[in-house]
């Protein structure tokens, strides 16, 4: 090695020790003919003082050094002079005095500074995402990401989970977005699509008898790519056999709780986690992913609604919507100015308006006085209505109210907005805290009102919930449950899954409810069809997100910062400069041409 020590290894103990050391020039100061250099590698940065008069020859090289050159020093360690010690440096009570000194390589002037404290433009730091990877904390992201992985094989590996890989290049899986499509040569005008996930496959490796599946998994959706998605992510996908329900969630919920309090022992976690079904969850929270750090929960009024002479409320409620909204907890002083920022943020989440009342002091609902209560402009109406109110959705004096009315989809999704809003708003996620929680129940299948036909809520290899499976052959499929479940933490969803169907006819049946033709059903997927034909067990499985996981205990915003070489909003690699044109032959080759 070209190395003994690692800058940033280099403390007290080391003091009086030789040393050699190889990094990156992350700063040179010349203080009255001495150079100063803080010299960086993996693992920290450490000072080099380079004295003309103790080693002549390697202060001629320190004279030469820029940033980001590549350097090797051999040197002594020695105690900083009383005074100027950096307690801001993990080894600022330590300094290096060097006898010799090796450029190893040049650096060209890097297109922003190697540190963690500047703002650099992101399409800049994608474009030389080399440099922006030396940052110390874009290290300390793949670190924690190499350790979430590593504790995921090894709990898995414990409970006797085998790790197996599945192919890139298979036939279109139907998770529900678009696949990416790769052109074969040897049968021109066919394609393989690549994986949205490893779904058919960890299936069929049930059947054949691996009963304990799972895989860092690489999946591909061709999606728009909507706020902080790639076009490519990791999933830890998992495939049990023999298991039901309450064995997935157990599993995971140990995997999820061990991997939290053993990596980022500071965050919080609320033991066990609790369980919503997807009704309770929407009704209490409008979301199938609530952020439960706060509280905020909602309450139907459609029937306070129709009390007043608001004609928004009633032509909502006349075409089937409903009136739903929350509380605010000590928040009933908002100005004028404050409402209309509420009511952008509702116009900016597609809500048509937001309604409220602010509650002013008093010391009981039942106290409240006439004058103490101001309500939105729409609402005229008795105190004694906004008492009823303010007990319907748990508001107390002091408190304001927000309410919506729309269609129930679109309510509670508006609210759900508002709610999300108001948290950020007043600071109410403590990013400390790692809210974890299950959804079950999800329906089975959701009507897609635009193209008329049915889709399966989470994928079509979901079972129905336990006895209703007799409902498919009704009329309303939407009130049949799935055994489906997702793991969701501080309002983003983190892992789906489901116990699956394992037999041909019900599988064949669900199929047909999706609208796919027969001949279509055998063409896509008589392969697991006939597999479950050969004595399939019954089975079930999970798929949690990697990048998203690690961008939570890494406090980071975006999973970008967590993926060495991400793409952009719009699917770029900036630094390849992918995707890209190909040569004409390349197209040939393949059979195929570009429509002008
Ligand atoms: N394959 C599913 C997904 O990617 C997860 C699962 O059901 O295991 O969402």
């Known amino acids: 090695m070209l190395k003994t020590t690692n800058c940033g290894d280099l403390g007290e103990e080391q003091i009086g020790s030789q040393t050699t050391l190889a990094g990156w020039v992350s700063r040179r100061r010349d203080h009255g003919g001495i150079i100063f250099v803080d010299l960086r590698d993996r693992t920290g940065v450490v000072q080099?003082?380079?004295?003309?008069?103790?080693?002549?020859?390697?202060?001629?090289?320190a004279d030469q050094l820029r940033a980001e050159w590549v350097l090797q020093v051999q040197g002594t360690v020695q105690r900083r002079p009383p005074g100027s010690e950096n307690p801001a440096m993990a080894t600022g009570t330590v300094e290096v005095i060097p006898h010799a000194a090796t450029i190893l390589n040049s650096s060209l002037?890097?297109?922003?500074?190697?540190?963690?404290?500047?703002?650099?433009?992101?399409?800049l730091r994608l474009r030389y995402r080399y440099l922006d990877l030396r940052r110390p904390k874009m290290y300390r992201n793949l670190v924690l990401r190499h350790k979430v992985v590593k504790y995921i094989r090894d709990f898995l590996d414990a409970r006797e989970f085998l790790e197996i890989e599945t192919p890139i290049l298979i036939k279109s899986t139907p998770e529900g977005a678009?696949?990416?499509?790769?052109?074969?040569?040897?049968?021109?005008?066919?394609?393989?699509?690549?994986?949205?996930?490893?779904?058919?496959?960890?299936?069929?490796?049930?059947?054949?008898?691996?009963?304990?599946?799972?895989?860092?998994?690489?999946?591909?959706?061709?999606?728009?790519?909507?706020?902080?998605r790639q076009p490519e992510f990791t999933q830890l996908d998992l495939e049990m056999s023999f298991a039901d329900e309450e064995d997935i969630l157990q599993l995971t919920e140990e995997l999820y709780t061990g991997l939290v309090e053993s990596l980022t022992p500071e965050k919080t976690l609320v033991k066990p986690f609790p369980r919503?079904?997807?009704?309770?969850?929407?009704?209490?929270?409008?979301?199938?992913?609530?952020?439960?750090?706060?509280?905020?929960?909602?309450?139907?009024?459609t029937d306070l609604a129709l009390e007043t002479e608001f004609r928004v409320f009633h032509s909502v409620i006349q075409a089937g919507g409903i009136v739903k909204g929350f509380a605010v907890k000590g928040q009933g002083h908002y100005t004028g100015s404050n409402m209309r920022e509420l009511e952008q943020a509702a116009k900016d989440a597609g809500a048509a308006g937001l309604s409220h009342l602010r509650l002013g002091q008093a010391s009981s609902i039942e106290a409240?006085?006439?004058?103490?209560?101001?309500?939105?402009?729409?609402?005229?109406?008795?105190?004694?209505?906004?008492?009823?109110?303010?007990?319907?959705?748990?508001?107390g004096p002091g408190d304001l109210i927000l309410l919506m009315a729309g269609p129930a989809k679109q309510a509670n999704l508006w609210l759900s907005a508002m709610r999300t809003y108001m948290g950020e708003r007043l600071g109410l996620g403590d990013p400390n805290a790692m809210t974890f929680a299950f959804i079950t129940e999800f329906p089975l299948f959701e009507w897609?009102?635009?193209?008329?036909?049915?889709?399966?809520?989470?994928?079509?290899?979901?079972?129905?919930?336990?006895?209703?499976?007799?409902?498919?052959?009704?009329?309303?499929l939407s009130r049949i449950k799935s055994k489906a479940y997702d793991l969701v933490c501080n309002g983003a969803e983190l892992a789906s899954g489901s116990i699956r169907i394992h037999r041909r006819e019900l599988q064949e049946k669900i199929f047909t409810i999706l609208g796919y033709p027969k001949e279509e059903i055998v063409a896509r997927f008589g392969h697991i069809l006939e597999a479950f034909e050969y004595g399939a067990p019954p089975h079930g499985g999970i798929a949690p997100g990697i990048d998203r996981l690690v961008a939570m205990l890494a406090g980071s915003s975006s999973i970008r910062e967590v993926i060495a070489f991400p793409k952009t909003q719009t699917g770029a690699d900036l630094l390849f400069g992918s995707p890209a044109?190909?040569?004409?032959?390349?197209?040939?080759?393949?059979?195929?041409g570009l429509l002008e």
């Open 368 to 395: 409240l006085e006439e004058e103490a209560v101001q309500l939105s402009p729409g609402l005229r109406m008795p105190v004694e209505w906004s008492r009823r109110m303010a007990q319907r959705v748990g508001a």
């Open 448 to 476: 897609d009102e635009e193209h008329q036909r049915w889709h399966s809520s989470h994928h079509p290899f979901t079972s129905p919930a336990t006895g209703e499976e007799d409902l498919l052959d009704g009329e309303d």
């Open 581 to 592: 044109p190909v040569a004409p032959d390349q197209l040939q080759e393949l059979g195929l």
């Open 109 to 123: 002037t890097p297109p922003f500074y190697i540190t963690d404290d500047v703002e650099v433009d992101e399409s």
């Open 276 to 301: 919503l079904t997807y009704d309770e969850a929407m009704e209490r929270y409008g979301s199938d992913k609530p952020d439960l750090r706060f509280g905020m929960e909602m309450a139907d009024a």
């Open 178 to 228: 678009r696949d990416f499509l790769v052109p074969s040569r040897m049968q021109k005008g066919s394609f393989y699509a690549l994986p949205q996930s490893p779904q058919q496959l960890k299936q069929l490796l049930m059947v054949s008898g691996v009963e304990r599946y799972f895989q860092i998994a690489r999946c591909f959706r061709d999606e728009d790519l909507r706020a902080d």
């Open 48 to 61: 080099v003082v380079f004295n003309p008069e103790l080693a002549p020859e390697a202060y001629q090289v």
